[in-house]
């Protein structure tokens, strides 16, 4: 799975991730009621990605 996260401010983050699903990734981002977090998440990928889930503009799917 990739996923390119896009905040608020136009930074972007690419996420690949073999394990996971997007769902899964998606469930990760909300809390028990629905609501997005908001704090500071750590992503590991090929370098720790930290980001919080409410300046997130946009995920984007990349298909391989």
Do not use: A, Q, W
């Not at 073999?18 to 990760?28: C, G, T």
């Not at 370098?47 to 889930?53: A, C, E, K, L, M």
């Amino acid at each position: 799975m990739r996923i390119l996260l896009v905040m608020d401010s136009g930074k972007e983050y690419e996420i690949v991730d073999d394990n996971s699903s997007v769902e899964e990734f998606l469930s990760n981002l909300r809390t028990d009621l629905g609501v997005l977090k908001n704090g500071l998440l750590r992503y590991p990928t090929k370098r720790d990605v930290y980001f919080n889930p409410t300046h997130l503009s946009s995920i984007e799917v990349i298909e391989d």
